[in-house]
């Protein structure tokens, strides 16, 4: 496998790097990067921890970064998941209210003692690290419940002063969501498999309305809304498929989707094929909305698209 | 009348869904099927997720049925949000109860 650090890879950019990935021979894996700047978004340092810790250290080759901004790689703790030496030296800072490391988690109570130490260390307000907290718990139980991937979820977030936002990048090699959705449904591509888990009510579980006792087919539904709601990117990356929420003015009226594809979005259905699924999630703070108040756009947006379900089944008269 | 603590076990975010079906199985279905009273007593709770309560009460709400269901559950000490993620679960399972499928 190769893969290459650009100079700038966030979610309003990030389609040339994901179409420069390549996926083959994963006994092994490549690093390159711009020689001069990297700057990139945490979903791409999430994606190359993912990558990375299944395949030997020693079939690990990062070429000697030149970059003046390589220090990040090394404070997001890019070598250390990856287990391979760093010569790059830098001077260790505490890092609460900076960024969250990456951080591979497998089991429920992982992520659960995670979010205990996770909030702290934004030092946010409380309406703006529920948001984050509620995002990040919800896409990581996703990962432990659905991707049947030995080595869970790699997540990673970075706060910026400057634009006061958070970007949180996961990233995970299991299944993949066709997979996952096609155990209820019969998805032809993975960017049709995508936009299905997008949709509210849709879990891979059961065709059944309400889901099972443990999945309701809601977490996605809910994070592209609060998203969307701030206005921001949001993307969803997994084999072929790609969808992105793009950013909308923030003069533009709040508006819920059930169908993602309503959405002001862009997709890509042949990308280089991503084994798992990858998330990243931009969360401008101060255009956040109060959480309570975009709960009730998804309440009403839900249940529409429940009553349109129901509607589309409703027996028709036979008119000869 | 069962009192349970949701903040004595998943604190003050509540989104371990397994925590929420151990509380379903071992507290509310027991409870419940002996006709009981339950509180889900969400003081302490500050956020909790959607699949959490998921977790916690549509299976209850499917099998016991709405009526029975919330007719012997009482939410307590819950703030704005946390109300607001209770409704919306209720409701989709209320939309949602009674539409046949090629599954059903």
Excluded at chain 1, 191 to 218: D, F, K, M, S, V
């Amino acid at each position: 496998m190769k893969i290459h650090l650009p100079n700038s890879a966030f979610l309003g950019n990030i389609d040339p790097f994901l179409r420069g990935f390549d996926p083959s021979g994963s006994d092994s894996l490549e690093i390159t990067a711009n020689e001069k700047w990297i700057s990139v978004h945490p979903v791409v340092l999430s994606m190359i921890a993912a990558l990375g810790v299944r395949v030997r250290p020693d079939h690990i080759k990062c070429v000697p970064l030149e970059a003046k901004s390589k220090h990040y790689l090394v404070r997001m703790g890019l070598f250390r998941i990856l287990n391979i030496p760093s010569v790059i030296r830098v001077v260790e800072h505490e890092p609460a209210g900076r960024f969250i490391p990456i951080t591979q988690i497998r089991t429920s109570d992982e992520l659960t003692k995670f979010m205990t130490e996770m909030i702290p260390l934004l030092h946010l307000g409380f309406d703006q690290a529920k948001t984050i907290g509620y995002i990040v718990s919800e896409l990581v139980r996703n990962v432990i419940e659905h991707a049947s991937s030995e080595h869970g979820a790699f997540l990673c977030a970075q706060y910026y002063v400057k634009s006061n936002a958070i970007r949180i990048g996961i990233a995970d090699t299991g299944v993949g969501i066709k997979k996952t959705i096609n155990q209820a449904y019969s998805a032809t591509t993975d960017l049709e498999a995508i936009q299905l888990a997008l949709r509210p009510g849709i879990t891979g579980t059961t065709r059944r309305e309400g889901g099972t006792e443990q999945n309701a087919g809601a977490g996605l539904f809910f994070i592209k809304s609060i998203v969307g709601a701030s206005r921001d990117f949001f993307v969803i990356y997994s084999g072929n498929g790609f969808y992105k929420l793009l950013k909308r003015p923030p003069s533009s009226r709040l508006r819920l989707n059930a169908d993602p594809f309503k959405d002001r979005h862009s997709t890509e259905g042949d990308l280089p094929y991503w084994q798992g699924t990858v998330v990243g999630v931009d969360i401008t703070l101060d255009q956040t909305k109060e959480f309570s108040l975009l709960l009730d756009a998804i309440h009403k947006t839900y249940t529409s698209a429940i009553r349109e379900r129901r509607k589309a089944r409703y027996k028709k008269p036979r008119f000869i | 009348m069962k009192s349970i603590s949701i903040f004595n076990k998943a604190g003050t975010f509540a989104e371990n869904k397994d925590i929420a079906r151990d509380i379903r199985i071992n507290e509310i279905i027991p409870a419940l099927t002996c006709n009981e009273e339950i509180t889900l007593d969400f003081e302490g709770v500050e956020a909790a997720t959607q699949s959490f309560v998921h977790a916690l009460i549509s299976d209850i709400l499917r099998k016991y049925g709405i009526d029975h269901a919330l007719e012997h559950i009482l939410f307590k000490s819950c703030n704005e949000t946390v109300k607001k993620i209770i409704g919306i679960v209720v409701d989709y399972m209320q939309e949602g109860m009674g539409i046949e499928t090629q599954e059903d």
